[in-house]
């Protein structure tokens, strides 16, 4: 199983539940209608109340991006793809690069690449792309809020919860036995609300930023690799440009291809 998602939710279940059986509480506590109500109804609706719908209505896309494994080009894979370009550009000019630009799957590297050959000025390339990005971090962002906003309101209504508990237990303080069980399932909805604030809206959250982190980096990559081909580099050049953006693991990974290439060629 490679989505870490799935793994950390099913850990953070085996947590609680485990440490309430070491504890010794009854799992059938966890059978608390009000406290779901409460805490999940109640979750939604605050998160209805502080987003528009036209960011809500992307929450399906949203956990998609979470529990799917994301898709981004390698970035050595990059880095050869931009050598080759940078060959092809030097040897036969931009234009060569037209019958490449239908075999580019990335919608971003794709119009990239097709403003590069259209003779557009390097300046306005740039500024394009970069405001391309600005503008899928800012929906990033957004998404990641609903989230977060959660994870922050859930634990929030947990104690909401517990108080709504206590004062239904507490009105029947003759029955001591009955306010024994009543207390304690009062607080079933402060861990419903904290296990689901702090092991999964926020973590989701966090797992949204990273995975934005990672498209923004590989974007920000072929920014760098597109205008190094419109300024015509060597291919030398735009390796070492962009090997900036790889982890040292990378480099060596990328030094041990290219010297399996150079010797299948001898």
């Given at each position: 199983?490679?989505?870490?998602?799935?793994?950390?939710?099913?850990?953070?279940?085996?947590?609680?539940?485990?440490?309430?059986?070491?504890?010794?509480?009854?799992?059938?506590?966890?059978?608390?209608?009000?406290?779901?109500?409460?805490?999940?109804?109640?979750?939604?609706?605050?998160?209805?109340?502080?987003?528009?719908m036209s960011d809500l209505g992307k929450l399906g896309k949203l956990f998609k991006l979470i529990f799917a494994e994301?898709?981004?080009?390698?970035?050595?894979?990059?880095?050869?793809?931009?050598?080759?370009?940078?060959?092809?550009?030097?040897?036969?000019?931009?234009?060569?690069?037209?019958?490449?630009?239908?075999?580019?799957?990335?919608?971003f590297l794709r119009n990239g690449m097709r403003m590069i050959i259209d003779g557009n000025d390097q300046d306005f390339?740039?500024?394009?792309?970069?405001?391309?990005?600005?503008?899928?971090?800012?929906?990033?962002?957004?998404?990641?809020?609903?989230?977060?906003?959660?994870?922050?309101?859930?634990?929030?209504?947990?104690?909401?919860?517990?108080?709504?508990?206590?004062?239904?237990?507490?009105?029947?303080?003759?029955?001591?036995?009955?306010?024994?069980?009543?207390?304690?399932?009062?607080?079933?909805?402060?861990?419903?609300?904290?296990?689901?604030?702090?092991?999964?809206?926020h973590p989701m959250a966090n797992r949204l930023k990273r995975l934005s982190k990672n498209e923004i980096q590989i974007?920000?990559?072929?920014?760098?690799?597109?205008?190094?081909?419109?300024?015509?580099?060597?291919?030398?050049?735009?390796?070492?440009?962009?090997?900036?953006?790889?982890?040292?693991?990378?480099?060596?990974?990328?030094?041990?291809?290219?010297?399996?290439?150079?010797?299948?060629?001898?």
């Amino acid at each position: 199983m490679k989505n870490s998602t799935i793994i950390g939710i099913i850990l953070g279940l085996v947590a609680v539940l485990g440490g309430m059986v070491l504890k010794g509480a009854s799992l059938t506590s966890l059978i608390n209608p009000a406290a779901f109500m409460i805490i999940i109804v109640g979750t939604v609706a605050a998160v209805m109340i502080a987003f528009p719908m036209s960011d809500l209505g992307k929450l399906g896309k949203l956990f998609k991006l979470i529990f799917a494994e994301q898709k981004l080009t390698p970035r050595d894979e990059l880095i050869t793809r931009f050598m080759e370009y940078a060959s092809i550009t030097r040897r036969e000019g931009l234009l060569a690069l037209e019958a490449k630009v239908e075999e580019i799957e990335d919608p971003f590297l794709r119009n990239g690449m097709r403003m590069i050959i259209d003779g557009n000025d390097q300046d306005f390339v740039r500024d394009v792309l970069l405001e391309d990005i600005a503008a899928t971090e800012d929906r990033h962002k957004a998404g990641a809020l609903i989230f977060s906003q959660a994870g922050t309101y859930a634990p929030t209504l947990g104690v909401l919860g517990a108080v709504v508990g206590l004062v239904a237990a507490l009105s029947s303080m003759n029955d001591m036995d009955h306010l024994a069980k009543a207390i304690a399932a009062a607080f079933i909805a402060t861990l419903l609300g904290i296990f689901t604030g702090y092991v999964l809206w926020h973590p989701m959250a966090n797992r949204l930023k990273r995975l934005s982190k990672n498209e923004i980096q590989i974007r920000l990559m072929m920014v760098e690799g597109l205008l190094s081909i419109q300024s015509g580099v060597s291919t030398i050049a735009i390796q070492q440009k962009l090997s900036v953006f790889l982890t040292p693991t990378e480099r060596a990974n990328l030094r041990e291809k290219e010297e399996g290439a150079v010797e299948q060629k001898a």
